[in-house]
């Protein structure tokens, strides 16, 4: 299975945008990109998904690389409810598309 | 508002003891998940199944675990017998499988303490 690398941690400022990277660099053709956070206390929820174009609804971006070896989710404006922990999936299109969580990022939010 | 439902939502069990947890996926969806979380390891697959059937259990102690879907309301995990490290956050997730790779959507979690 194809693996994510995610920084441990990051912090950031309340209102200030937040790029989270992800590098997935044996990615297959058949793998999308998916990121999922998971809130203190609380299952992981969806956050976005994406295979080639950059994506855009209403929690977030995710920006891909041409060569899809990396992306980042970006939040546009961090709130201090945005403070979960991150992850980056890689998931396949086929009858395995299992979801497979790595370690995530844990985002701090500075007030 | 759909959502997926687990009970209990805490669970505290003397080893040895028997313990089934239950998941009720959001209605029409056709895959459901299930996840085990402790700090040491995160986030686990435990076993999926699409339309009832399992897929994949292979994340699964097959000595004292089991996962079943008995109907399409109800997914069942359950542990015979319990150890103390069998203590984790279990979670279980639906989703539908329409366009190949759609999301998932998560329960509260049932948190169990075995000791």
């Known amino acids: 299975d194809a693996k994510t690398t995610q920084p441990n941690s990051m912090e950031s400022n309340e209102e200030e945008p937040v790029h989270l990277p992800c590098n997935h660099s044996?990615?297959?053709?058949?793998?999308?990109i998916h990121w999922y956070r998971q809130l203190p206390s609380q299952g992981p929820e969806y956050v976005i998904h994406?295979?080639?174009s950059n994506v855009n609804n209403r929690m977030a971006s995710l920006a891909i690389a041409e060569d899809r070896k990396s992306s980042t989710l970006i939040l546009h404006r961090a709130t201090l409810r945005d403070a979960a922990v991150y992850y980056c999936?890689?998931?396949?299109?086929?009858?395995?598309?299992?979801?497979?969580f790595g370690k995530g990022t844990r985002l701090h939010i500075l007030p | 508002d759909a959502r997926v439902t687990q009970t209990p939502r805490h669970k505290v069990t003397e080893m040895g003891q028997e313990v089934t947890m239950r998941c009720q996926p959001i209605?029409?969806?056709?895959?459901v998940f299930w996840y085990r979380q402790t700090m040491m390891q995160g986030l686990e697959l435990l076993a999926y199944?699409?339309?009832?059937?399992?897929?994949?259990d292979s994340g699964m102690p097959k000595d004292r675990f089991s996962a079943e879907m008995p109907d399409a309301t109800l997914a069942t995990l359950k542990i015979q017998p319990s150890e103390p490290r069998d203590s984790a956050v279990y979670f279980c997730?639906?989703?539908?499988?329409?366009?190949?790779?759609?999301?998932?959507?998560f329960g509260q979690g049932t948190r169990l303490t075995v000791v």
């Open positions: 997730a639906s989703g539908l499988v329409l366009s190949r790779s759609t999301e998932a959507f």
């Open positions: 044996t990615i297959s053709g058949t793998d999308y």
């Open positions: 994406g295979l080639t």
């Open positions: 999936i890689l998931r396949k299109m086929n009858r395995d598309d299992k979801i497979i």
């Open positions: 209605l029409g969806h056709n895959t």
């Open positions: 199944f699409r339309n009832r059937a399992p897929l994949d």
